[in-house]
């Protein structure tokens, strides 16, 4: 899809040539002499309009305007949530194979975030997933002409950010949404390939060979139930100097997930495909990253296997060796992301990486906790903390600070292991991001659980591409503030006595 941004006074919107040309009408709008203003004020006279955000009036053929459709769409205060919930009650309209070219004018100045919030949606909106349905509708919508009243210098930069965000959004869409048998952790290491085709990034693939030489005992035991070899997906992403450390981001790559021995109820047990969320979040990043080339160093680390039931499979109360020495009890294989993911956070010390962050659909109990609106957040970090959560709310793709004291790891402790891999059923999603924390040192550390946001349930079912706007607003922050140039890693606090 192609997005083009224009300087389209509302004469000048009239005589833009498009399939369909979308007015967007705030409060308060005052009309002029033109026949496009004439048009809204008559109608909002006649109350045949609304400026409520998503209210909407069709026409068709009217005289004075090139475009064969016309949609009047209130935008009610204009800011980036209104033209979003505006835009989206377009959806269907935009998903119209007749409907190629859209024209999207703001009736009256744009701020930069709703013009950046405009091209997301009309994105959203017209997202077809089309790899296992091939005589499905592709998408038609092929060219968007933004218009904004009046230049605004910081309109083309949100702009240009919200085109890259796009791209990656997709990308974390289609990989989430296809099928286990189509997005096997093979097929997601090619994925992971196929970026590094882009300047800047580079990717390496580890096999079952090097995963066991590096000693990652509790990634092979979920791995081993399943005749799909695993893939320790490595991507580096350098727009900064090399003297400089990365920000490591690790997604849960688990490309289904069974329970594994631990086997779940068979109801919406396809859901599971999408339990690689945290790893296509991982992917979509990266392909935003290779757009905007922003000066940032960023590593990208996914564990992909399938949790599967098999007569080599792991089986609970088996106790296995992480790459960090610690012995994990596994008394449910269900709870398998985390057993991929700490051998992961080990492996990322070696970066010395300024902060890392982890992507999961780690625990029903989050969804439990937080809905499908924000996803768990979990950081004994204030400041690393504080801007994801700026991150999230100002790429609208927000999360919430959930507690992490240590009296939580109480329930993870066993009799014969360092550690267990589950504890009660209480608190869930704080218990699972306490036993990642166990592998983290010194390193500052997030955790993201999108077991809420990554995929939506029922008719909407398909993934949603979150966190990648959270991640990428986070990134290119740290590009900008000093904090992440810092050569070195923060400084090493003295260990917590044990
Ligand atoms: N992938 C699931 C988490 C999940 C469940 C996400 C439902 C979205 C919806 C994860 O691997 C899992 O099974 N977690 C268990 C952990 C439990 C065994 C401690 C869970 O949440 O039930
Ligand atoms: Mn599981
Ligand atoms: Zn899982």
Request: glycine share 10%; hydrophobic share 50%; charged share 20%.
């Amino acid at each position: 899809m192609n997005f083009e941004l224009k300087t389209l006074s509302l004469p000048a919107a009239a005589a833009h040539k498009c399939d369909l040309l979308v007015l967007l009408v705030p409060d308060g709008f005052k009309p002029e002499a033109d026949a496009l203003s004439v048009l809204v004020a008559r109608a909002l006279k006649a109350g045949d309009l609304e400026t409520k955000p998503g209210k909407l009036l069709s026409l068709y053929a009217v005289p004075g305007i090139s475009a064969r459709r016309l949609v009047l769409l209130g935008c009610g205060k204009a800011n980036a949530q209104a033209v979003r919930q505006a835009v989206h009650a377009l959806a269907a309209t935009l998903r119209a194979p007749a409907v190629k070219h859209v024209g999207l004018v703001f009736a009256t100045a744009a701020e930069a975030g709703s013009v950046a919030a405009a091209v997301r949606a009309m994105a959203d909106g017209s997202y077809v997933f089309t790899t296992t349905k091939p005589k499905a509708e592709p998408r038609a919508l092929a060219r968007v002409t933004l218009g904004v009243p009046a230049e605004r210098s910081d309109v083309q930069p949100e702009f240009a950010t919200a085109i890259a965000l796009v791209a990656g959004i997709e990308y974390a869409r289609e990989w989430a949404n296809r099928p286990a048998n189509h997005a096997t952790p093979t097929l997601v290491g090619e994925a992971a390939k196929a970026l590094a085709r882009h300047a800047g990034i580079e990717c390496k693939l580890h096999g079952p060979a090097q995963v066991a030489k590096l000693g990652m005992g509790a990634f092979l035991a979920v791995a081993q139930g399943s005749e799909q070899p695993l893939r320790f997906i490595e991507l580096r992403y350098g727009g900064a100097a090399r003297s400089q450390a990365p920000v490591v981001l690790v997604g849960k790559g688990i490309t289904f997930d069974t329970g594994g021995i631990s086997l779940k109820p068979a109801a919406e047990m396809d859901e599971m495909k999408f339990d690689m969320g945290g790893a296509a979040s991982v992917l979509g990043v990266f392909r935003a990253l290779a757009e905007l080339k922003p000066a940032i160093n960023v590593v990208g680390l996914i564990p992909a296997c399938e949790n599967m039931p098999d007569g080599r499979a792991v089986k609970p109360g088996d106790v296995v060796t992480s790459m960090s020495g610690q012995t994990i009890e596994i008394l449910n294989t269900d709870a398998e992301g985390r057993l991929v993911l700490c051998d992961a956070l080990t492996y990322a010390a070696r970066f010395k990486p300024a902060a890392m962050i982890d992507i999961a659909t780690l625990t029903g109990a989050c969804v439990v906790a937080l809905g499908g609106l924000r996803s768990g957040l979990f950081s004994a970090d204030d400041e690393l903390a504080g801007r994801l959560l700026a991150a999230g709310d100002a790429a609208q793709d927000p999360c919430w600070r959930m507690p992490l004291d240590d009296d939580y790891a109480e329930g993870l402790k066993s009799n014969f292991a360092d550690l267990a891999n589950v504890a009660g059923r209480a608190g869930g999603a704080i218990t699972a991001a306490k036993f990642l924390q166990s592998f983290v040192g010194d390193i500052p550390w997030a955790h993201l659980d999108i077991a809420g946001t990554a995929w939506k349930s029922g008719a909407a079912k398909g993934a949603t591409g979150r966190p990648v706007g959270l991640l990428l607003h986070y990134l290119l922050a740290a590009a900008e503030a000093p904090a992440a140039k810092r050569k070195t890693p923060a400084p090493r606090r003295a260990r917590a006595a044990r």
